[in-house]
């Protein structure tokens, strides 16, 4: 079946680095890619998206290119803030007759030290 | 209210209770979903609505769990005889439409403890 594999947390980094973090997926077929993140208290939002094979989604200065040789949607920023500090979660829409639900990796969990 | 909104925020129930979730959309969205998160883990889907009916009910663990949305609007999630295994955050998350977007509006979820 459809999964989502990323990178496990922590990941700790001081204000300015660059940041990776790696998802890979395993679907039949080329699905629709995201990344949601959930900050301290609030509730899972969604960062940014990507539709199709070699399609790049940004948003806050975060970009992940869709990339099915690899089947990854890595996600990258390339000077973090500590406001950044969050949960990020990479998923795949698993879409088709009443089917119509995300598949979510496991989370991880950022913390940017000022 | 602007966002999805669910009560309660934090429910602690005994084992072999009855326990309700309620959700409430943004206004006008068609498509309602709940997904269930473990500690650690990623949201699980549970449950698809489109409208008042439940298009996809595949994620449902068992037969103690049920959802509802009578009117397309709020949805209430029904868990009989909890288990210690139910503790989770529950989340409800509502869209537009119920097309292949994938883009949710999440609350903040209801953190159930089954003691």
């Known amino acids: 079946g459809n999964s989502v594999t990323q990178m496990e947390g922590p990941v700790t980094l001081s204000e300015e680095a660059f940041l990776t973090i790696n998802c890979t997926y395993t679907?039949?077929?080329?699905?629709?890619l995201f990344w949601y993140v959930q900050y301290p208290g609030e509730g899972l939002q969604l960062l940014l998206k990507?539709?199709?094979?070699?399609d790049k989604g940004s948003n806050k200065g975060f970009e992940a290119t869709y990339r099915k040789e690899t089947t990854s949607f890595h996600l990258e920023k390339g000077s973090v803030q500590v406001s950044d500090s969050a949960v990020y979660f990479c998923a795949l829409l698993d879409y088709g007759g009443a089917t119509n639900k995300l598949i979510f990796g496991t989370g991880t969990l950022l913390a940017v030290q000022p | 209210g602007a966002g999805v909104s669910q009560t309660p925020s934090n429910k602690v129930t005994e084992k072999g209770k009855y326990v309700e979730l309620r959700c409430d959309p943004i206004s006008g969205h068609t498509a309602l979903y709940w997904y269930r998160q473990s500690l650690g883990q990623g949201p699980e889907f549970l449950i698809y609505?489109?409208?008042?009916?439940?298009?996809?009910d595949s994620g449902l663990p068992n037969d103690r769990f049920f959802a509802v949305r009578p009117e397309g609007s709020v949805s209430t999630l029904k868990i009989q005889r909890t288990e210690r295994g139910d503790s989770a955050v529950y989340l409800c998350?509502?869209?537009?439409?119920?097309?292949?977007?994938?883009?949710?509006?999440f609350g903040e979820g209801s953190r159930l403890t089954v003691l």
């Open positions: 998350a509502s869209s537009q439409s119920g097309g292949p977007t994938g883009e949710l509006f």
């Open positions: 990507a539709t199709k094979a070699d």
């Open positions: 609505f489109q409208g008042t009916g439940a298009a996809d």
């Open positions: 679907a039949t077929g080329y699905p629709s």
